[in-house]
């Protein structure tokens, strides 16, 4: 594919707006940061009674402020004869919660709408040790990706050392998948601002690690070939880096541009048609491919150029 503009010339206007994305990601999502009852615990009950829901919604709401509970999600549902209250609040023990649990239940027999606890016919929660096991596992598993990811790529090109440093290109990639998970988190962050029922939850770590995942692919095929030009076309006393790292890049482009392309339409149908949970899976993972094909094309190669000290050197060359 005939390059029609010069990528790697452009190599220090790519990493700046990287730079200033990145840093407005981590804000927008940050700021607006708001996590499911999965990560923070919460409380569901059920009475057998029928309530004003709208008028003891904010009544409990109220309660629980007075007895310094912040961030406090309260819902009642009202399903035949029950009424089904749900808290989630921000707490940072499973014996916080249990406070919790006892407040609920001193509310209700306070304001007469239960005579006992033994009126109470289930009640559900969820511990922050839970949440705290899934952040670690989460966490774990990033790790060892990035381990195997280091491993294969010390080997895999091994054989270019002398034109690039493996320890570079993995150095490249652990930056860029900084990148590629910040845009989408950006997304989701605004996507809470604009809606307060939106939060971070399992789904939403299961779709960045997938972003993740689509990301390497792009980017290793570009230093595959990257690997395969240098072997295949120069010699060390002659390799002209941008011209190596440019020629890969646009050898690249159309398998990149139309693989992603294909999977966004597929992705699209799933955020426009799908509902719940697959419509916050769809979301994160259609603004994961758009930054992870712009990161893999524009951001990684000029990364590596630019930390291999060759822009300088070769500038007079484009």
Not at 25 to 48: C, H, M, Q
Not at 122 to 151: C, D, H, N, R
Not at 217 to 234: A, G, H, M, P, S
């Amino acid at each position: 594919m005939k390059a029609r503009f010069n990528i790697i010339k452009k190599a220090p206007i790519w990493i700046a707006i990287s730079i200033i994305l990145f840093l407005a990601s981590i804000f927008f999502f940050f700021s607006n940061a708001r996590y499911s009852e999965e990560f923070t615990g919460w409380i569901s009950l059920w009475i057998d009674k029928i309530l004003d829901n709208q008028k003891e919604q904010e009544s409990l709401k109220q309660y629980l402020l007075g007895h310094q509970y912040k961030d406090l999600r309260v819902s009642l549902e009202t399903i035949e004869n029950t009424t089904t209250f749900k808290i989630n609040t921000k707490v940072d023990t499973d014996e916080k919660v249990a406070e919790l649990s006892d407040e609920i239940k001193q509310y209700l027999l306070e304001n007469n709408l239960i005579s006992s606890t033994d009126e109470i016919i289930e009640q559900t929660i969820t511990w922050p040790s839970v949440g705290s096991y899934m952040q670690k596992s989460a966490i774990t598993a990033l790790i060892v990706w990035v381990i195997f990811i280091v491993i294969y790529m010390l080997f895999s090109f091994s054989a270019i050392r002398n034109y690039v440093s493996p320890s570079i290109l993995w150095l490249v990639v652990a930056i860029t998948m900084i990148f590629d998970v910040a845009i989408p988190a950006w997304a989701y962050g605004v996507w809470m601002w604009l809606n307060n029922t939106i939060q971070i939850d399992s789904i939403f770590i299961i779709a960045i690690l997938t972003i993740m995942g689509y990301w390497i692919n792009d980017t290793i095929i570009i230093f595959d070939r990257v690997r395969e030009n240098l072997q295949n076309k120069w010699t060390w006393k002659d390799v002209i880096y941008w011209r190596v790292f440019e020629d890969s890049i646009w050898q690249t482009m159309k398998r990149s541009v139309w693989t992603s392309f294909s999977t966004l339409l597929i992705v699209i149908a799933m955020f426009v048609f799908g509902t719940g949970i697959m419509k916050h899976f769809a979301f994160t993972i259609w603004v994961g491919i758009i930054s992870a094909t712009f990161a893999s094309i524009f951001i990684a190669t000029s990364l590596v150029y630019i930390l291999l000290g060759k822009y300088k050197k070769e500038k007079g060359k484009f």
